[in-house]
């Protein structure tokens, strides 16, 4: 399961953003990685280490209320990670 995350401060570096990330999630972190560092266009892609349904959506919920560098972020997850649903019928 995936998250992206925006609004990653410009003055963060990446180390910065791996160590928060890996610090709020814990266990559940089993990668970070970190695009456009120092931009306007900072954010993450985190991969979170479960496959019960629904977790990313909480943890995503869980994060919005984190400030990075005292910014508030945003936080979407992928749903299902795009996995292909069974056909009806």
Do not use: I
């Not at 410009?10 to 709020?24: I, L």
């Amino acid at each position: 399961m995936h998250l992206t995350v925006w609004n990653v401060p410009e003055t963060c570096s990446e180390q910065d953003v791996r160590s928060f990330f890996e610090r709020e999630l814990g266990h559940y972190a089993k990668g970070v990685t970190v695009y456009d560092v120092g931009t306007p266009n900072a954010h993450a892609d985190l991969e979170l280490d479960s496959e019960v349904p629904y977790v990313a959506d909480a943890v995503a919920r869980e994060l919005q209320t984190r400030r990075l560098a005292g910014v508030a972020l945003r936080v979407s997850a992928t749903p299902f990670d795009d996995e292909p649903q069974p056909q009806r019928g």
